[in-house]
């Protein structure tokens, strides 16, 4: 699955968050599996995710693939995470072992902790985007034009978010975000304000 689309118009580098997501999901089952958090019952597997260190756990995954995606892109770009309007696929073989539509109010609340408390510019779409096909559509499709001007409006105002540490070390210690120092989230934050001031 292809990673990104660097939409030179509007000097946007847009990131496909499925791939993340299957990153960080692929991670929070192995260390599950690691810590036995994974239940078994009449020889079925299930996820509890009422399970509170459970729950942390994909926290602690997303929130790191997120930041590492941001700090490792050595493009000077507007870097955007784009977030397909359905979120996440129901048909992921994960659904077999836990309930879809709580996993799915579980991610969304945490993509907005994330949202509100990082430097990291995430863009929820109201248009599917097929990041495979993307090299062979034309630029001048209109949606899609318009689509990535609303993405490049969005980045702007982003930039002018402000984020603290003070406030976001409240939320590292309740949820034991230990990856989560104050030089990384500066190093995160400098990267913004450079691409920002500089244009």
């Known amino acids: 699955m292809a990673l990104n689309i660097d939409y030179k118009p ?7 968050f499925d791939n ?20 078994k019952d009449n020889y079925k597997y299930i996820i509890n995710l009422r399970n ?3 729950k942390n756990l994909l926290l602690h995954y997303l929130m790191y693939n997120l930041l590492q ?13 784009f977030i397909q309007p359905k979120i996440i696929d129901k048909n992921k073989e994960l659904f ?10 579980i991610l969304c609340k945490y993509i907005t902790y994330i949202q509100n408390k ?10 599917s985007l097929d990041f495979q096909s993307y ?28 984020f603290s540490f003070q406030i976001l070390s409240k939320f ?12 990384y989230f500066n190093k995160l934050q400098n990267k913004m304000l450079l691409y920002k001031n500089s244009k």
Do not use: A
């Open 52 to 54: 509170t260190d459970i």
């Open 69 to 81: 995606e941001n700090l490792q892109n050595k493009h000077n770009k507007k870097l955007v995470i």
């Open 135 to 162: 090299p062979n559509i034309i630029y001048s499709t209109g949606m899609l034009q318009d689509m990535f001007c609303d993405i490049d409006v969005y980045y702007k105002s982003f930039c002018n978010k402000k």
């Open 172 to 183: 590292i210690q309740k949820y034991n975000l230990r990856f989560l120092s104050e030089v």
């Open 20 to 39: 993340i997501l299957d990153k960080s999901i692929l991670e929070w089952l192995k260390e599950l599996d690691r810590n036995n958090l994974i239940q």
């Open 96 to 105: 077999n072992y836990c309930d879809y539509n709580l996993f799915k109010i």
């Open 118 to 127: 990082l430097p990291i510019c995430l863009y929820f779409s109201k248009i």
């Open 10 to 16: 509007f000097d946007l580098l847009i990131i496909n």
